[in-house]
């Protein structure tokens, strides 16, 4: 397979899109936990349970076609491969626990992947929107919809007091997960991430640094997330993390605004030394790979090189997973090889866009 | 780097947490992430459940010597799922719906200490069964509202409440038929 074909079979659809703030806020993704009321969550069910649960949402929810998300695709983790099962969990459609610990799972997809219900991860149903940009309040609408949409088929597990009821308790009440992944460069390069991360957290939000460490994550990736799910309502909840996000969005852009005016040299240097890593490696570990997209998306949205696509951090970020490497192979790699494979894929990606 | 957990492959993600202001760091390799559920993002954190394991008091139980003339109390048992209160506060999930209502006592300072606070949902309600859970209580409402009609003797309004509970009844069990 060519690698362009590769690339539009890998990349989800809802990718592709570019949403608002997409220079900072690569995604938006928001997740519903629900359980039906009678049998035992997944934890305590037999696999016979967990198999009528499927059953029942085969019958009553794949025969339907919803008018926005169409039509859905049952895939039972049975049936699948290991390595196909671990490209879903780089795309974030289903979770790695889903993928190797359920007794009977099974993901139910949109055609354009930005709508997965996964089933029997740790609840029942794990209703999931994923969209690019900074989109929180759209997926919360749309996570809504297709919460309303089951609930006229299926009977959830819910009481006055306590709200949706969870197998975990840090999930009880509305269910709800928003979370943004967030692209904050300059934030780390001009040291501000050690003063407001601490300021996050004092607001109830939960922030990780992804393939890093904290302050000083490599590829300056933050995930942030609501913690409390119990007490607020979900506009509140969504609400609560958008304003942190638009905050950083503003101090985001403030940085590079001053980076650009006081060492304009320092960064250029910076970014176009990782673009020359990234076109000539011949291995690279995924560590490094991620600093240098970094940089070289910094330049991008930076205006400083301007005949390569912005979307290639998200799209290589997930590329150069274990899984896709693999899949691209063909085969299963060592780390070793992966390191080679992974070099060699970025390094024809960045032709491609010549 | 060695991956911290087995101090024999390499670690292949590297990760950092922050959870109630406390960093944590990862260094993991592959199998070791994988026995953990641990992955980014999106998944499960392991460490919440960790934390929460040390937020729920385990009864502790009763020694056997000693004060001999103690029974041990009975421990909250879930009828439907089976599962004990200690096993919960082990794993630190719930069985299944009815454990909510079987260790609900126990279940408010859980709750508060998670969620800044809040025991109570303040957030959506179902459509279709929220409007049952309406019906319901207003059924129980009305029975009240006629056990006292009955307790002062005014049958006539007794009957009239009992029909209206009866039409109540009657719309939720056809909604269920149909
Ligand atoms: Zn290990
Ligand atoms: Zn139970």
Redesign the pocket.
């Known amino acids: 397979m060519s690698l362009r074909n590769f690339i539009s079979e890998a990349i989800s659809p809802w990718m592709k899109n570019e949403g608002p703030d997409a220079d900072i806020v690569l995604s938006s993704r928001v997740r519903l936990a629900r359980n039906l009321s009678k049998p035992p969550f997944p934890i305590a069910a037999s696999k016979e349970q967990l198999e009528e649960v499927i059953d029942l949402v085969n019958k009553k929810c794949v025969t339907h076609t919803h008018r926005k998300f169409g039509e859905l695709e049952l895939l039972r983790m049975e049936d699948m491969k290991k390595n196909e099962k671990r490209v879903l969990v780089e795309k974030h459609l289903i979770s790695p626990n889903l993928s190797d610990e359920s007794k009977a799972g099974a993901v139910l997809l949109s055609e354009d992947e930005s709508l997965s219900i996964m089933i029997n991860e740790e609840d029942h149903f794990r209703i999931q929107v994923l969209l690019s940009g900074f989109q929180l309040t759209e997926g919360l609408r749309y996570a809504n919809e297709i919460d309303d949409w089951m609930e006229d088929k299926v009977d959830f597990a819910f009481t006055e007091n306590r709200g949706y009821l969870t197998s975990c308790p840090t999930n009880v009440g509305t269910g709800l997960r928003a979370s943004v992944m967030m692209h904050l460069p300059a934030l780390v390069i001009t040291r501000q991430m050690n003063r407001i991360l601490p300021a996050i957290n004092q607001l109830g939000l939960v922030v990780r640094g992804i393939y890093g460490e904290g302050s000083e994550a490599l590829g300056n990736l933050f995930q942030i997330s609501n913690q409390i799910t119990l007490g607020k309502s979900e506009e509140d909840i969504v609400d609560d993390l958008r304003s942190v996000v638009s905050q950083l969005i503003q101090q985001e852009r403030a940085a590079r605004e001053s980076l650009l005016q006081q060492s304009k040299l320092q960064i250029e240097d910076r970014v176009f030394r990782s673009f020359g890593l990234l076109s000539y490696s011949r291995t690279m570990e995924s560590k490094e790979a991620a600093q240098h997209l970094s940089n070289v998306r910094l330049g991008i949205d930076m205006g400083l090189i301007d005949n390569v696509s912005g979307n290639i951090l998200n799209e290589l970020m997930i590329l150069t997973q274990p899984g896709f490497l693999q899949q691209y192979a063909g085969e299963i790699l060592s780390p070793e090889q992966r390191d080679q494979r992974r070099a060699s894929l970025i390094r024809e990606r960045l032709k491609l866009e010549n | 780097m060695l ?7 390499q ?1 292949t993600l590297h990760f950092t947490k922050i959870i109630n202001g406390e960093k944590t760091e990862f260094h ?2 592959d ?2 992430a994988k026995d953990k559920g641990e992955y980014i993002p999106g998944s499960n954190s392991f460490s919440i459940h960790q934390l929460l394991s040390g937020l729920l008091d385990v009864d502790q139980p009763i020694s056997s010597s000693g004060s001999g003339f103690m029974k041990p109390r009975a421990e909250l048992r879930c009828e439907s799922c089976g599962m004990t209160y200690r096993q919960f506060a082990e794993i630190g999930r719930f069985g299944c719906s009815n454990c909510y209502k079987t260790f609900n006592e126990k279940l408010d300072p859980i709750f508060r200490r998670i969620h800044s606070g809040n025991s109570v949902h303040g957030g959506k309600v179902p459509r279709r069964i929220g409007k049952d859970l309406h019906v319901h209580k207003e059924i129980e409402r009305l029975k009240q509202q006629m056990q006292e009609f009955i307790n002062s003797e005014e049958f006539e309004q007794a009957a009239k409440i009992r029909d209206k509970i009866r039409s109540l009844e009657k719309s939720l069990n056809d909604k269920k038929e149909g």
């Open positions: 991956c911290q957990e087995c101090q024999q492959r670690a993991i390799c199998t070791c």
